[in-house]
């Protein structure tokens, strides 16, 4: 029985990842004076998506097929070992927030390689900016999970958000306010949303990741598009569980509390779009530059402590 819970966060966690990217646009369509699109819209996509027959050119290989499959597998993964409302996740062990860099470097690698199969220069391109972004995006993610390990002393996921309490907040806030900072910079690099990306355009001067899925259809289209609400999804879930390390004993208490912080941090996404501009292309490295200074004090702070 004691697996029962876990497998229902996973399962939990999977259904509700699509919600996130609906509640960002009903709060950008609110800051524009629109209705905007449903609440279930992705929902509605991915259920069209899977009945439609995939197209595929003539200059592409099985590389191209299977990008979005590995890249989707990789991030369900991924979900397994995040742990909700700080309880133990579906698959835990000793050193899995390694093993979680490399499932997100496996999505990236995945898609990367299929936006190449193609043997476009427009594809192309979107693949080259995004693996320029990954080199500053991943170090400050990594150093963050480690800071975190540190202030723990712990080195799985599970352990890292089952040791935060409210009390590890009174003693080393300035350590963990620092972590959700950057957390939250790499989440919208990592997520393709502004400032650092917009995934409501195509123009080509700044498209990043939606260029590089620009050939994909049918349910090969469906699958980055989840893949896309899981990684959303997971990053959230970490700011979530740092932010708010609520142990009160009610396994439904927390998490119908955790799920509310999901959809606060996606209505602070929505939020951030509709109030900043895009940055240049030139500039976004030092977002991702201030996102792991943010990390690397936190871990010179917490070494100090």
Same mark, same amino acid.
């Given at each position: *029985? ?9 399962? =939990?966690? @999977? !259904? ?9 646009? /009903?709060? +950008?369509?609110?800051? =524009?004076?629109?209705? $905007? ?27 191209? /097929? ?31 927030? #390694?093993? !979680? ?6 999505? /990236?690698?995945?898609? &990367? ?11 192309? *391109? ?40 409210? $009390? ?17 910079? %790499?989440? !919208? ?6 400032? @650092? ?10 498209? #990043?990741?939606? &260029? ?49 912080? *999901? ?8 939020? &951030?779009?509709? %109030?900043?501009? /895009?940055?240049?292309?030139? +500039? &976004? ?7 792991? @200074? ?12």
């Amino acid at each position: *029985m004691e697996i029962v819970k876990p497998l229902l966060q996973f399962l =939990a966690a @999977a !259904l509700l990842a699509p919600l996130l990217p609906g509640v960002i646009n /009903r709060v +950008k369509a609110f800051f =524009a004076g629109r209705k $905007g699109r449903p609440l279930l819209q992705l929902y509605y996509d991915l259920a069209k998506l899977l009945r439609k027959t995939p197209v595929y050119s003539r200059t592409t290989t099985w590389v191209f /097929r299977a990008g979005p499959l590995l890249g989707a597998a990789a991030l369900v993964t991924a979900l397994a070992l995040l742990p909700f409302a700080g309880r133990p996740s579906f698959l835990s062990f000793d050193g899995d927030f #390694i093993f !979680l860099l490399y499932l997100l470097g496996l999505a /990236r690698f995945a898609t &990367v390689l299929a936006a190449l199969d193609t043997g476009s220069a427009f594809e192309g *391109m979107g693949a080259s900016r995004e693996m320029q972004f990954a080199v500053f995006a991943e170090p400050a993610f990594f150093m963050g999970l480690a800071s975190l390990a540190r202030v723990t002393g712990q080195t799985s996921l599970a352990g890292m958000f089952g040791a935060l309490t409210g $009390g590890t907040w009174s003693t080393a806030a300035p350590v963990l306010a620092l972590l959700t900072a950057s957390f939250f910079l %790499v989440l !919208l690099a990592e997520n393709s949303r502004v400032p @650092a990306d917009d995934p409501d355009t195509h123009l080509e001067l700044t498209m #990043i990741h939606e &260029v590089m899925v620009l050939d994909h259809s049918g349910p090969d289209l469906a699958y980055i598009l989840y893949g896309a609400a899981l990684k959303l999804w997971l990053f959230a879930a970490l700011i979530g569980s740092t932010v708010l390390p609520r142990h009160s004993g009610s396994w439904a208490g927390d998490s119908a509390l955790f799920l509310l912080m *999901m959809f606060g941090l996606a209505a602070a996404v929505g939020v &951030v779009e509709s %109030v900043i501009a /895009r940055l240049r292309l030139t +500039k &976004v490295p030092y977002m991702l530059i201030t996102a792991f @200074a943010f990390s690397a004090l936190a871990l010179i702070f917490q070494m100090g402590r």
